[in-house]
Nanobody, 118 residues
Framework: QAQLKESGGGLVQPGGSLRLSCRGS????????IAWFRQAPGKEREGVSC????????KYADSVKGRFIISRDNSMNSAYLQMNNLTPEDTAIYYC???????????WGQGTQVTVSS
């Protein structure tokens, strides 16, 4: 069964950086668009970034634009989210997702916790 698994979360101080990884099995990252979502306590899940399978083009939420970078390595069945200049507002559970297109994600990981605190 195809699965996604996130890693790389943790506790970081404001202004710090983390790199999240998303490893896919069963080839589900090969031809699918990939996205990162996050959900903070008491808030709805929000899209953070996505990257297309066709041309590698990326999109970002305004809240992370200029600080986060999404990438993918199909040879490694992996995707990444480099997060820089983190703030407490970035604290959330981060999920990766894969699917045939934006808004059509049918594979989800179980999430990794990111906590930004001094």
């Amino acid at each position: 069964q195809a699965q996604l698994k996130e890693s790389g979360g943790g506790l970081v101080q404001p202004g710090g950086s983390l790199r999240l990884s998303c490893r896919g099995s069963g080839g589900i990252l090969d031809y699918n668009d990939i996205a990162w979502f996050r959900q903070a306590p008491g808030k709805e899940r929000e899209g953070v970034s996505c990257i297309a399978s066709s041309d590698g083009s990326a999109k970002y939420a305004d809240s992370v634009k200029g600080r986060f970078i999404i990438s993918r390595d199909n040879s490694m069945n992996s995707a990444y989210l480099q997060m820089n200049n983190l703030t407490p507002e970035d604290t959330a559970i981060y999920y990766c997702a894969a699917g045939p297109g934006v808004g059509d994600y049918n594979h989800w990981g179980q999430g990794t916790q990111v906590t930004v605190s001094s």
